[in-house]
């Protein structure tokens, strides 16, 4: 973590956030600020330090996300939607081993948001094990099977949402460009023919294949879920109530479709060195969370192998959504990568793609 640079924080809200967090009257604080991320149309502060009431000081810590306007790629209203998500009644849905941290208090303007939320310490990140991974996939499936199950209007009715064809939408506009999309054909290309053909064939079906995706199960997808907004947090007591998973960073969610956030779980940055074992874990994994409160007709709870009369998975589209959403950026990557360790980072990434072939989502 790094200082943060200058941000006036209000003595007044600070002290209102503190007393809804602590459940007692603070009448005072004093705090520092550390800068967990940055950039130019945000930045996320960690505030900690003592608060004072009349109990006595009381140590603390709690999260200041501050949002600019600024727009995304086909979602204007983007920078504004984790507020209005929280603005909702969203998180009265989550289930107890799942859930976003707790907003205390919240502030927009024409051009900015505030949210100040709950601290939540845990493991993150490429320090996730195998078993984390596979937990929050199951606990996704979970949520939304469970959202999926009870269609609750008031969610169904939120109006900041991106749109259905999310996926499709970025798709098409990275096949668009012509320096990933013409150097994947070209004689210059460095890249194993074989990985290549995976992208260009899947290019050849897309249309099918979207509209295989088409026929499955519509969720609200987090469509950011990977490991750097998952926070694994073992629970410390029965009155403490802290989630196994807890998510950050709702701003691009929307609906899509069932198994949509899988792909980002096990590409999207990835841990090429375990990807196909969770590939092979977190698909059926999450595929059972969202089974045990929705039986959709074609995708039978009880589905079963002819060949062997075991349970299966059915086929979620998930290798083939990870080309589609990450095999023209990792070209990109490829192509700007500024050492030969990343670019072979991101053909290793690509060689487990293509071998996923050889696992089927069952």
Known sequence: ????????????TLTNVLS???????????????????????????IS???????????????????KKWERYADPDSWRREYDLYASNLGEYFLDNLRWPKCYHMEITDDETQLWLEYIKGITGLDMTTEM??????????FHGRLYALQPPEIINIKNLSGLDA???FYRH?????????????????IPAHLTKMITDTDESANEIFRKIETLPIVLCHRDFWVTNIICSEKTDEA??????????????????????LASLIADEADVEHMLEYYKRCVPAYYKGFSEYADIPGLHKQAVCPANGQPYTPNLYIRERIILHFGYRLIEWYLYAETPENKQLHLDTLQKIYEMETINDQ
């Open 20 to 46: 809804k967090m602590l459940t007692t009257n603070i009448s005072h604080a004093d705090y520092k600020t550390e800068q967990l991320q940055g950039g130019t149309v945000g930045e996320v502060l960690l």
């Open 174 to 190: 990275y096949k668009s460009w012509n320096v990933v999309h013409d150097y994947v054909r070209s004689e210059k290309c460095e």
């Open 133 to 142: 991974y596979v937990r929050a996939a199951e606990e996704l499936g979970r």
């Open 240 to 261: 403490c109530h802290l989630p196994l998973i807890a998510l950050i960073d709702w701003d691009t969610t929307g609906w899509g479709y069932l198994g949509e956030d």
């Open 167 to 169: 996926m499709e939408k």
């Open 49 to 67: 330090g003592q608060a004072e009431s009349y109990e006595g000081k009381q140590p603390f810590k709690v999260v200041l996300k501050i949002q």
């Open 1 to 12: 973590m790094n200082e943060a640079k200058q941000t006036n924080i209000n003595p007044a």
